[in-house]
């Protein structure tokens, strides 16, 4: 049987998930601090625990919808019309997803014709690239600079912008780099959006997690409504990771065409899950805001503490990611990590898993208690102490 079974060429050359491989090499390992997966420290709030459970005793274990319970696109309705001033149909225009990573392939599948190339602003979530790739399109890859903060301009927009350019993925606040858009500059990414017909794929899904001025949402724009893909979830905000619960708006064109691949791929969301997240909506806010305090809080501490110890570091201005540089080290991005994993036992992400251009940096997750963060930084300044004082 040796050969039969031949693995696609499109997965074959397709690299397992840098975030993946470091939270792998953890499990197991005794006293390692883990900066590595993006995952709220928190626990789901008690009352959307509480609200699974009671759902459960009362038999709610069906099938929904392919597009998800009614009441809860209903309830996701009234609040992104509360939240961002969006006016999305919970008949037509929302589709329930297994989290944002099943919404954005969705969002991909539907849009894409073979060979149709979608802009993919470097440093980006693990995912984007691939997933374009795996739907028969091609990723065009954009570096964007740190003087520039880390973000997409329209500049670089127009410059890789080609006759087979269907769209640009957009995430804010940004993962790994925490950085965000103001309205202004959203604007002029809108600009050329129109200019050159682009769909914009929005992933939202720190939205709550912005600390320093006001999230606009792409779609709220003039014009911007109609050539969106609105992604939305409850991983991070509601620290619901576990839970796999998120949301794609957009014209009901589109999201038809999305929930025909959902009918044949997923089916729907757990049932459960939908009912636990309907709870998050409706008495979330206190719970959110807290823990967005809280993240305030830490990043203040690891940020500065960074600069401290010698690893250069912007503020991010949302989500719950540090995106320092380690060029003065002189080591690549993987040996940094493997290195400070292996003396120190502290696990961060290479950038590399960001991008290729992304050499000089690692991501570091501040979404851990305060305790661990302040041993996390005295074992990395002893790591950075340590290898100055070999190469002195």
Not at 73 to 92: N, V
Not at 328 to 354: D, H, I, N, R, Y
Request: with cysteine.
């Amino acid at each position: 049987m040796q050969g039969v079974m031949k693995i696609s060429k499109i997965v074959e050359n397709m690299p397992p998930s840098g975030i993946r491989v470091f939270f792998d090499l953890v499990v197991g390992m005794k006293d390692v601090i883990s900066l590595g997966v993006g995952e709220p420290d928190f626990v789901t709030p008690w009352h959307v625990r509480e609200s699974a459970i009671y759902a459960i005793e009362k038999g709610y274990t069906s099938y929904t919808s392919n597009k998800g319970l009614p009441e809860f696109r209903q309830a996701i309705s009234k609040y992104l019309k509360h939240k961002h001033g969006l006016d999305y149909d919970p008949e037509e225009e929302i589709l329930i997803t297994v989290g944002v990573s099943e919404g954005y392939d969705l969002a991909l599948r539907a849009l894409l014709n073979r060979g149709d190339e979608v802009l993919v602003p470097e440093p980006q979530y693990v995912a984007y690239g691939p997933i374009v790739e795996l739907v028969g399109g091609k990723a065009v890859y954009i570096k964007t600079e740190l003087s520039e903060g880390f973000k997409i301009t329209p500049r670089e927009i127009e410059k890789n912008c080609g006759k087979r350019t269907r769209g640009l993925v957009l995430n804010y606040p940004n993962n790994p780099t925490g950085k965000s858009y103001t309205r202004k500059e959203l604007l002029e990414i809108a600009r050329v959006a129109r200019k050159h017909d682009l769909v914009i794929i929005s992933d939202e899904i720190y939205c709550d997690l912005t600390y320093d001025f006001e999230h606009t949402s792409f779609p709220s724009l003039p014009g911007m409504r109609e050539r969106t893909i609105y992604l939305n979830g409850f991983s991070k905000s509601f620290a619901m990771t576990g839970w796999r619960v998120g949301y794609a708006c957009g014209p009901k064109e589109i999201i038809a065409a999305m929930n025909k691949v959902h009918q044949y791929t997923m089916l729907c969301a757990s049932i459960i899950s939908q009912m636990a997240a309907m709870e998050a909506l409706k008495n979330g806010e206190q719970p959110v805001n807290e823990m967005k305090r809280e993240y305030k809080r830490r990043r203040e501490f690891v940020i500065a503490r960074l600069n401290e110890i010698g690893l250069a570091c912007h503020k991010p201005e949302g989500a719950f990611y540090a995106f320092p540089s380690i060029k003065s080290t002189g080591l690549s991005s993987m040996e940094f990590a493997q290195k400070l994993l292996k003396e120190e036992k502290v696990a961060v992400v290479p950038g590399t898993a960001f991008g290729k251009t992304c050499e000089d940096h690692v991501r570091m997750c501040y979404a851990s208690s305060f305790e661990n963060l302040r041993e996390a930084m005295k074992r990395i300044e002893r790591f950075l102490k340590r290898r100055k004082q070999k190469n002195d």
